[in-house]
């Protein structure tokens, strides 16, 4: 008798637990709406780790619509092929990265037609992004951390065009997820503003010293350092910081505007 009159309190316990649990990941981090099926979005792009990963580092997700997810893969497909041309290809941070691009873009591997014909796609489209004389452009146009690199004598050194706006929306993408994953929290657009700095302001030594002392690692790996600093009061409103391979460095902010509605 007392099992009969317990088992569905218990039940219920655990119908309750359910509940909540769903209501609290039903919503896509990146564009906050609503969805019965949630895909796994890396934080860190699958795609971006160099071959010398090994398998113990923890590839970080969460939760977004499907939309949203194939969104950022093209983004960031297109993000790698330009900025693993640009780095060092011995270099340990990046081993693998350039090559599996350079076979991306060759037609001869194409495994049908169709395939073959999308590498070469690939191919022009990175051809179109290319300029002849990366010495006649301003210091200030250049990523952080890349740039001409004196040492190297060649006259004929190409530069890449890398969009601005991409790469914006992939530091914004890290920003939301960083939020999410460290303090659990959605940034809405209706009451927050989420401000990018890539290649923007410099980066000094005493801004980074400064930043460190007030700040907490997120995540370090051999890929990706991400350190963050949070508002007690509101965790929402925060800086991040975020380097990738040891070159890329992304700084972003989350402010409450008081102008927005
Ligand atoms: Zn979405």
């Given at each position: 008798m007392l099992i009969n009159i317990f088992l569905p309190i218990y039940l219920m316990h655990i119908i309750i637990i359910c509940m909540s649990d769903k209501n609290k990941s039903?919503?896509?981090?990146?564009?906050l709406k609503k969805c019965d099926k949630l895909t796994k979005e890396h934080l860190i792009p699958?795609?971006?780790?160099?071959?010398?990963?090994?398998?113990?580092?923890q590839r970080l997700t969460f939760p977004s619509c499907k939309k949203c997810n194939n969104e950022y893969s093209k983004i960031e497909e297109k993000l790698l092929t330009a900025l693993s041309h640009c780095i060092?290809?011995?270099?340990e941070a990046v081993k693998g990265l350039f090559d599996k691009q350079k076979r991306s873009m060759?037609?001869?591997?194409?495994?049908?037609n169709k395939d073959a014909n999308s590498r070469q796609n690939k191919k022009e489209n990175f051809r179109k992004q290319?300029?002849?004389?990366?010495?006649?452009?301003?210091?200030?146009?250049?990523?952080t951390g890349f740039g001409?690199?004196?040492?190297?004598?060649?006259?004929?050194i190409l530069g890449l065009l890398i969009p601005c706006e991409e790469l914006d929306k992939f530091s914004e993408k890290i920003t939301k997820g960083v939020t999410y994953l460290d303090s659990d929290k959605y940034i809405d657009p209706d009451q927050y503003q989420i401000e990018i700095s890539i290649y923007k302001k410099p980066i000094n030594e005493a801004m980074l010293h400064h930043f460190n002392s007030k700040s907490t690692t997120f995540l370090s790996s051999n890929i990706a350092t991400i350190k963050r600093s949070k508002q007690?009061?509101?965790?929402?409103?925060s800086s991040i910081y975020l380097k990738i391979w040891n070159k890329l460095e992304i700084w972003s902010k989350v402010k409450k505007d008081s102008l927005l509605k």
């Open positions: 039903d919503k896509c981090v990146l564009c699958k795609s971006w780790y160099p071959d010398s990963t090994p398998s113990s580092v060092d290809p011995e270099d060759n037609q001869s591997k194409g495994r049908d290319l300029i002849n004389n990366p010495k006649d452009v301003p210091q200030n146009a250049f990523l001409i690199d004196e040492n190297i004598q060649d006259d004929n007690r009061k509101d965790p929402t409103i």
